[in-house]
């Protein structure tokens, strides 16, 4: 009796050795068929799509021409009203676009049965601080010099505002619209509040959150200013602290040449501030000599130009920041436009397509009127937190 259990077990331990390998492929072959079919849509769910996919596809066509055509007339109509100016014509109502941009309201794209979920796409990566001082270091051996506390840079810039003909209105209001009322000099679009998670949705930094690309736009048009204003305070210095201003002074002079490699365009200029040497230039902006001349001078510049197109009187905080968000040209356009107007013109003709689409502001405030009233709104509330009062302080003095 002993005998057959021993036998039995050895021919199954055998049979499993034998058998076990093939089994396993063919069960594994299984699961991965009911898998697959499990998976596989029927017919009439891809016949489904298909139709969805195509009603879709016609929908999406025709907004894509009716998107197509607006933007088109509004540069038409952009490029009209600027040659009346050159010309000295009166611009009408009927030189603006007064329809506002068009709106999918067709299906929603389908999803595709047979297809895997669509993993969403990895956000874009936009260089920080911790970029742009590495980068200074690296293109230029160049280290700013960051300020002890926030009112020593606070101090420095409204020294250089005010020297510059800004208002104290247009300074802390702006700031206070730009940087949230309470940011900090390395303040950076995206991360004005510290909170789990945070990214930096542009370059955007400072008081006036000038973008890389402005920075470099500025060194390439007005560093030579910024040398001569900085070698007269060297000039005033003795030892150590000449010397350094003296380095300073050579690593400007270099960034400047590298800011005119190229031609004098925007789109130039945002190639270069993309390069490690251009987010290097972006770092000015944390230097206490540099970056109150940089973050002044941007509204300085749409000052200049406005007096230059026959505005005259000084321009509100809001007037200022339209030049400030929009461009100089179609900021001017706004702040020139009759009162009566502005209830009816959409704010969509004065941004280019994508920049209009990234700008939640413009979109919710649609017509001139509505952003000027969100501004000032804005500007209300921002400036009477800590950081705008404690600027305003200072251009009292």
């Not at 676009?97 to 969403?120: F, N, R």
């Not at 020294?159 to 209105?169: N, Y």
Request: glycine share 6%.
């Amino acid at each position: 009796m002993g005998r057959y259990p021993i036998r039995r077990c050895c021919g199954c331990l055998l049979a499993a050795l034998l058998l076990s390998p093939n089994q396993e492929a063919t069960a594994d072959t299984a699961k991965r068929v009911a898998a697959s079919a499990a998976a596989a849509p029927s017919a009439l769910a891809v016949a489904e799509y298909r139709r969805k996919l195509e009603e879709y596809t016609l929908a999406r066509q025709k907004y894509e021409a009716e998107v197509d055509a607006y933007w088109e007339s509004i540069a038409d109509k952009r490029r009209l009203r600027r040659a009346k100016r050159r010309n000295n014509q009166d611009i009408v109502l009927g030189d603006y676009v007064l329809t506002q941009p068009p709106v999918y309201s067709g299906p929603p794209k389908p999803v595709d049965p047979s297809a895997p979920p669509e993993e969403a796409p990895p956000r874009k990566y936009v260089p920080v601080v911790a970029d742009f001082l590495q980068a200074a270091a690296k293109e230029f051996n160049f280290v700013p010099q960051q300020p002890r506390s926030e009112m020593e840079y606070k101090r420095a810039y409204a020294k250089v505002a005010s020297a510059a003909g800004l208002t104290k209105e247009q300074a802390v209001r702006i700031y206070g619209f730009e940087a949230g009322g309470d940011g900090k000099y390395d303040v950076q679009a995206g991360l004005e509040q510290p909170r789990p998670g945070a990214q930096a949705i542009s370059t955007a930094l400072g008081y006036n959150q000038l973008l890389a690309t402005n920075s470099v736009e500025l060194m390439a048009e007005k560093g030579d200013q910024f040398i001569r204003i900085l070698s007269a305070k060297a000039a005033g210095l003795t030892d150590e602290a000449k010397k350094t201003l003296q380095r300073k002074l050579a690593v400007l002079k270099s960034m400047v040449a590298f800011c005119r490699s190229v031609p004098d365009t925007w789109s130039a200029h945002d190639k270069l501030a993309n390069t490690p040497k251009g987010l290097g230039v972006h770092a000015l902006n944390l230097d206490l000599d540099v970056g109150p001349l940089l973050q002044t001078q941007k509204l300085l510049d749409s000052i200049v130009f406005a007096r230059a197109q026959g505005s005259g009187g000084v321009l509100s905080a809001a007037e200022l920041e339209m030049m400030n968000l929009t461009g100089d040209g179609n900021g001017l356009d706004i702040i020139t436009m009759p009162p009566a107007w502005r209830e009816r013109v959409p704010t969509s003709n004065f941004f280019q397509p994508g920049g209009y689409e990234r700008n939640p502001i413009a979109i919710r405030n649609n017509v001139v009127s509505k952003l000027l009233a969100a501004t000032n709104a804005t500007m209300d509330q921002e400036s009477k937190l800590q950081g705008a009062k404690e600027l305003a302080a200072l251009f009292s003095k």
